[in-house]
């Protein structure tokens, strides 16, 4: 059973900067693809990245390319998400999850909140 702890989540000013953390227990971590993915209330959980095993290739959510990076440390069973010149529209709770998602693999997510 794998399980996903996502956590550094927090409160930002616009313009800000976080970085996401996700630790996967067990040890098929490194055979999967993995992703962070983001929901709001109002809206339907949306894949914002993800990255290949090994970690040689990354693709984004058009809205934040060139401000989010995703990268993982399969050593250390972990994926993070660094998340740069953060918006309004970027508040919303994030999560990990392989990809595709599995339903049971989704944790309690780490929220994202850009205010001032």
């Known amino acids: 059973q794998v399980q996903l702890v996502e956590s550094g989540g927090g409160l930002v000013q616009p313009g800000g900067s976080l970085r996401l953390s996700c630790a996967a227990s067990?040890?098929?971590?490194?055979?999967?693809?993995m992703a962070w993915y983001r929901q709001t209330p109002e809206s339907q959980r949306e894949l914002v990245a993800r990255i290949s095993t090994g970690g040689g290739s990354t693709n984004y959510a058009d809205s934040v390319k060139g401000r989010f990076t995703i990268s993982r440390d399969d050593a250390k069973n972990t994926v993070h998400l660094q998340m740069n010149s953060l918006k309004p529209e970027d508040t919303a709770v994030y999560y990990c999850n392989i990809y595709p998602p599995r339903p049971n693999y989704w944790g309690e997510g780490t929220l994202v909140t850009v205010s001032s």
């Open positions: 067990g040890s098929i971590f490194r055979y999967y693809y």
